[in-house]
């Protein structure tokens, strides 16, 4: 292995720094759980994450995704390392290499050595178990220092580029704590600023620019659904829109003819800020009306203390009303929250409709929650927002206890 690395590393040319966008990150192991946690926890520090299990992999990986850092997870019974640095050194891989592997063990400090000796830049080993901060010193060099982008994206542009995409979030039923769907959440991966939050590219609602963004929410999400269908079987999809969208009737009906006629699609929710919905009721329940005909409910979303706009209507069209988060999270320890929710809960079981509670962040708000009678439940306590192919793979049945 040795001789064949030296002769290598001298063939060695400069080609980290050739991108300046979100920092990447290959983890190589041959564990698929391993791999998972990894990237996960990667992912959480802000890299976007590719995998291999095989030095063959991590070939294409190099040319195809130019990570940052290789995290080289060894073990005895795992991959072989050699095979691994010899290519980082024949593909002039300038990035940096984390080794992983159990403490005191040969095998780490061998490979730690011999990438040193040749020139790879080698971070200092970290040792299972470990915790996520100790992570995030080891690569802390890597993480972006610059501030969100200012001015804000402009969504027409980042629509014509490709930017965009949409990550998932569970729903979870509140009584079974079984997965009951997902809701789905507009991203853009900018090729400078990586991964960049709704608040800096969703447009105005006059902006002209809004119709396509919700018609590209509404034609990704279908294709989406049947990925999952492959995959994890049906999954029952909430989008968000605006209601300025649904004041076209022409918007409405290609938004009806594009839902799946699949048998196994089990319905589409349409979920309008609850701020927006007061405002354009009247229109909003013609427009239900119509759509519960395609196999398509709206919602009404981010419910909180204007919820006594929505008394006294009689019936209502609506499938669902959501608690907006600021009044689900620490529902438990706070009495004001907590009446807020109890009300909610209230008005969606005298219109017989769902009740969700958003915000679900620790095991309090989760009992909260079951106890004043909300249906689903969503928050970071059962997943954070997750890209497509992520979500499918998470297991469609996984409980809460499970996940603990």
């Excluded at 291999?52 to 190099?62: F, I, N, P, R, W």
């Excluded at 050194?89 to 403490?103: I, N, P, T, Y």
């Excluded at 909430?238 to 196994?264: G, M």
Aim: charged residues 25%; hydrophobic residues 45%.
């Amino acid at each position: 292995m040795n001789d064949k690395i030296v002769e290598l590393a001298g063939r060695r040319t400069k080609t980290f720094g050739r991108r300046k966008m979100t920092p990447r990150a290959c983890v190589a192991d041959s564990k698929r759980h391993l791999r998972a946690f990894m990237s996960e926890v990667l992912e959480d520090l802000g890299f976007v994450t590719s995998e291999c299990a095989s030095s063959d992999e991590l070939q294409a990986m190099l040319t195809n995704e130019l990570p940052d850092l290789i995290l080289l997870g060894i073990a005895a019974d795992g991959i072989e390392p050699g095979k691994f640095l010899e290519i980082l050194v024949r593909e002039s891989f300038d990035g940096k290499v984390l080794a992983v592997g159990a403490r005191e063990s040969i095998i780490v400090r061998a490979v730690q050595q011999v990438g040193e000796e040749y020139g790879l830049a080698m971070l200092p080993p970290l040792t299972t178990p470990f915790a996520a901060e100790t992570l995030r010193e080891r690569v802390a060099m890597l993480l972006p220092e610059e501030p969100a982008p200012s001015p804000a994206v402009h969504v027409g542009e980042a629509l014509h580029a490709g930017w965009l995409e949409l990550w998932y979030q569970p729903k979870i039923d509140a009584r079974t704590l079984i997965r009951s769907g997902a809701e789905a959440l507009v991203r853009m991966r900018h090729p400078t600023w990586g991964v960049v939050p709704p608040a800096y590219f969703i447009p105005e609602a006059d902006d002209p620019h809004l119709r396509s963004l919700s018609e590209f929410v509404i034609e990704r999400a279908v294709q989406d659904w049947h990925y999952l269908l492959e995959r994890q079987g049906p999954v029952d999809l909430s989008i968000h829109l605006p209601a300025s969208y649904l004041k076209e009737p022409q918007a409405v009906r290609d938004l009806c003819r594009r839902v799946p006629t699949h048998p196994a699609f089990g319905g589409l929710t349409v979920e309008i800020d609850s701020e927006e919905a007061i405002r354009d009721l009247d229109l909003l329940v013609e427009v239900a009306r119509e759509v519960r005909l395609h196999n398509i409910g709206l919602s009404i979303a981010n419910l909180g203390a204007n919820w006594p706009s929505l008394m006294d209507l009689g019936k209502i069209p609506f499938i669902k009303l959501k608690a907006d988060r600021h009044f689900v999270t620490g529902s438990g320890d706070d009495r004001l929250k907590r009446t807020v929710c109890r009300h909610i809960v209230e008005l969606a079981q005298g219109y017989g409709v769902g009740a969700t509670a958003e915000g679900v962040e620790s095991r309090a708000d989760l009992v909260a929650a079951n106890e004043l009678g909300f249906d689903l439940v969503q928050g970071f306590l059962f997943g954070k927002p997750m890209p497509l192919k992520k979500f499918a793979k998470s297991a469609l049945a996984r409980t809460v206890m499970g996940q603990a």
